[in-house]
């Protein structure tokens, strides 16, 4: 079937209309990115958030198991060994690091890496003072490629029934991932609205056919 000028013309304008939407919501986006930013950043003293001199200094997997919340200080700037997503039941994909504590044990970690803080004057003798955490429970090996991949870099985690959350609620996406969702659906809806909706205008007003003809109802004398 070929479209003639009606189409086109319809086309021209929900293409408009498409660029419009896109533009409003991606405005409207930018201007409640910053809410969600402060929603998602963790205070200090949180999980997640800067340690503190106050937050207790776990040197083992005993210390974290004693204690509701903590951080952990490991010598020089690389405190991680390896690193690999760990998916949840519920599809969540996280990426989670091997932490090997002041004890030599070694265990998962997701870490809010913006709240790591380094001390030191030269490089001997810097410390990372992780943010702070807590434990969470979670059988790690419901995710059999999450261990082969974290436990490739070096020797197995010693505990494989929870794992160290030190990021809480401060996971958030970039501006740029944030909007891509209501972007996509403003684009999808206007797209599906649009075209129909100036075509029937456009018929109402007379510059064109409808595409489905009304029927005219005919009154019907009753004797």
């Known amino acids: 079937m070929v479209m003639g000028w009606d189409g086109y013309a319809c086309l021209l304008l929900t293409t408009m209309a498409v660029f419009l939407a896109r533009g409003g919501t991606k405005a ?42 903590f951080t952990v200080v490991t010598p020089g700037t690389q405190y991680t060994e390896g690193n690999a997503y760990y ?11 091997g932490l090997e504590l002041p004890s030599g044990e070694r265990v998962a970690a997701y870490i809010n890496h913006e709240n790591v803080q380094q001390q030191g004057e030269t490089f001997e003798d810097t410390v990372s003072i992780l943010p702070v955490g807590c434990i969470v429970y979670e059988d790690l090996s419901q995710d059999p490629t999450f261990l ?10 010693d505990y494989t029934d929870f794992y160290v959350d030190m990021r809480g609620n401060s996971a958030k996406m970039s501006q740029e991932q944030y909007a891509e969702g209501p972007i996509a659906v403003a684009t999808l809806v206007s797209a599906v609205i649009a075209f129909p909706l100036f075509h029937a205008l456009g018929a109402r007003i007379g510059l064109w056919a409808y595409y489905f003809p009304h029927k005219k109802k005919e009154n019907q004398k009753t004797g």
């Open 87 to 97: 998916e949840f039941s519920s599809g969540l994909r996280v990426n989670m690091k």
């Open 28 to 69: 409207v986006v930018n201007m409640t990115y910053a809410d969600y930013v402060e929603e998602h950043t963790a205070a200090e003293g949180e999980v997640g958030g800067i340690a503190g001199d106050d937050v207790f200094r776990a040197e083992s997997v005993a210390d974290l198991l004693e204690n509701d919340t």
């Open 148 to 157: 082969e991949h974290i436990q490739s870099f070096s020797r197995p985690l």
